[in-house]
Structure formats: structure tokens, C-alpha cells
């Protein structure tokens, strides 16, 4: 069992920047994906970007060159900076952990943290 807590959430103007951390604890694969994915209302969740346990990065077209992911193994805390941000970046963010098992894999979520960029 992986739990995720995410925070970093907030209002914030366009241009301005956030970060979110996700905190995971519990029972890491050796072989795993974390990730970002965002939620806007009455749309469907996206990617935002991903990190292996290698630290391979991948992003998707809407955050790159302005959003970087990373990870802290230290403080098992994964973390997305986002900056210029612009409206169309409003949604609930969630973190994910994808633990890769011989056979199976098996996902987790965090609770969501919303990140509004309004004036």
C-alpha cells in the first residue's frame, strides 16, 4: 500500500509560479512511474508529466518548457514547478504512483490539491 499527500495549492496570478510536493510513504516497488495529472471541470484528467524510478521525465505539450518535474528519494517527496503560468492552467492536480509488479500494476492517487491562476 503507496499513500500520496499532496500540497502546494493555491491562487496565483497568470505569469506567477507554484509548486506542488507529493509525499509518498508505504510500500515503494523497486520498479515504479510517478506522475502529474490535472482535472479542469467538466473535462476529462490529463497528464501533466511523469518521472521513473531512473528519473526519466516526460511532459506533456501543455506544461512543457514551463513545468518541471522532479523527485527528492531522500524525502520520498515528488515535486512539480510550475511557472508562467497562465489561466488555462486552472485545475485539481493529483499526484500518481504506479508500482510495476511482475504481473500487474498497480496505481495510487493522491487527494487532489486545486491550483487557480486568475487576476
Known amino acids: 500500500q503507496v499513500q500520496l499527500v499532496e500540497s502546494g495549492g493555491g491562487l496565483v496570478q497568470p505569469g506567477g509560479s507554484l509548486r506542488l510536493s507529493c509525499a509518498a510513504s508505504?510500500?515503494?516497488?523497486?520498479?515504479?512511474?510517478k506522475g502529474w495529472y490535472r482535472q479542469a471541470p467538466g473535462k476529462e484528467r490529463e497528464l501533466v508529466a511523469t518521472?521513473?524510478?531512473?528519473?526519466?521525465?516526460h511532459y506533456a505539450d501543455s506544461g512543457k518548457g514551463r513545468f518541471t518535474i522532479s523527485r527528492d528519494n531522500a524525502k520520498n517527496t515528488m515535486y512539480l514547478q510550475m511557472n508562467s503560468l497562465k489561466p488555462e492552467d486552472t485545475a485539481v492536480y493529483y499526484c500518481k504512483h504506479t508500482n510495476v509488479g511482475q504481473f500487474y500494476t498497480y496505481d495510487y492517487w493522491g487527494q487532489g490539491t486545486q491550483v487557480t491562476v486568475s487576476s
Open positions: 518521472i521513473t524510478n531512473n528519473g526519466d521525465t
Open positions: 508505504g510500500n515503494i516497488f523497486s520498479i515504479h512511474t
